[in-house]
């Protein structure tokens, strides 16, 4: 099985205990960092594996790309830290499994691949994917979202495998529409050593140049971004998409929970039966982005809006998908 490259030593020396002091989750001072980050480092069993809320943040934090919260999961595992009852997790593996032959209906040409949202089918029947073909589906998912249940493993048992499938298109691009599944090659993959054998890229870049093919118009709104937490583990990204709102005039609001603050839907803690705390990151969250001023409140997630689209309507502010503000702004919708 693959390795993943984490250096002890990095962490050991390191003096700036961001990972832990800078997590919005966890609030530790700078002496209980310094002695979880210790253990975490030697491998040894720290309350921190069973305090973290598994919002990825750390990833970001770390300025040497030690991948700790990579780290982190691997000994939720080791050490048996159960984020789920045994039965809704053995349901969750079962769900996903990647076995059986996968055969493509095309080989060759472009892709956009929308994961496991059926959905995001009439999202992407846009003058925006012209020319490219929909792939989707649980033999080329990347199985990412068990990072929030301690479950390295099943990410690395699956992962030649479905690598395997999507080279099976023979493509020549393939557009990845879920940050995870992104992440899962641009993050994940490089930090196990993982060959990835074909072309892929970020939704936002291909948005970005198709928009800039297509004259798009300014908008003038202002929005409240809901930055979800796998795309802390490729934060480059985000920053494309503020590109991306500065040419089709949007105004992404300054609030506490967004960017490096930014804050969990709740849906992973909705899963795992903490109701009561998947609640209470709600309320904060949704009630900056009323504070903030914006009409707007803009996901890339599907599972982010799923979960909060009702609740901040409820709030008066408008729902929206990436892609939404995109077709508006080349007269789609």
Known sequence: MNKLKFDPDLCLNCDTYNCLTRCINLNYDFDSAKEE????????????????????????????????????????????????????????????DVSGEFIPKKVGGKFVHICLFPEAKEIVQSKLFDGYEIIRGRHVFCNMLYLHYGLVSVILERAERTISNLEKLGAEEIVMYHDECYAF????????????????????????????????????????????????????????????????????????YDREGAMCCGAAF?????????????????QDMVNSGA?????????CYTTLADKVRAKGLEPLMVVDLCRMAIGEV
């Open 37 to 96: 980050r210790t253990k975490i480092a030697k491998g040894e069993l720290s309350r921190l594996l069973e305090e973290c809320y598994t919002c990825y943040g750390c990833e970001e934090y770390c300025p040497h790309n030690n991948h700790p919260f990579y780290r982190i999961v691997e000994l939720q595992e080791q050490y048996g830290v159960k984020k789920l009852g045994d039965a809704t997790l053995k349901a969750l593996i079962e769900r996903y």
């Open 185 to 256: 090659y641009e993050s994940f993959a490089k930090a196990y050593g993982i060959d990835v054998p074909f072309n892929y890229i970020h939704y936002f870049d291909h948005l970005y140049r198709r928009l800039e093919e297509m004259n798009a118009r300014e908008l003038g709104i202002k929005v409240a971004y809901q930055r979800n937490c796998s795309n802390r583990l490729i934060p480059e990204t985000d920053r494309t998409l503020d590109k991306i709102f500065e040419l089709i005039g949007v105004e992404r609001v300054d609030r506490e």
């Open 270 to 286: 909705i899963l795992a039966g903490k109701s009561e705390l998947a609640e209470e990151l709600q309320r904060k969250n949704i």
């Open 295 to 303: 009409t707007h409140v803009v996901f890339n997630c599907p599972m």
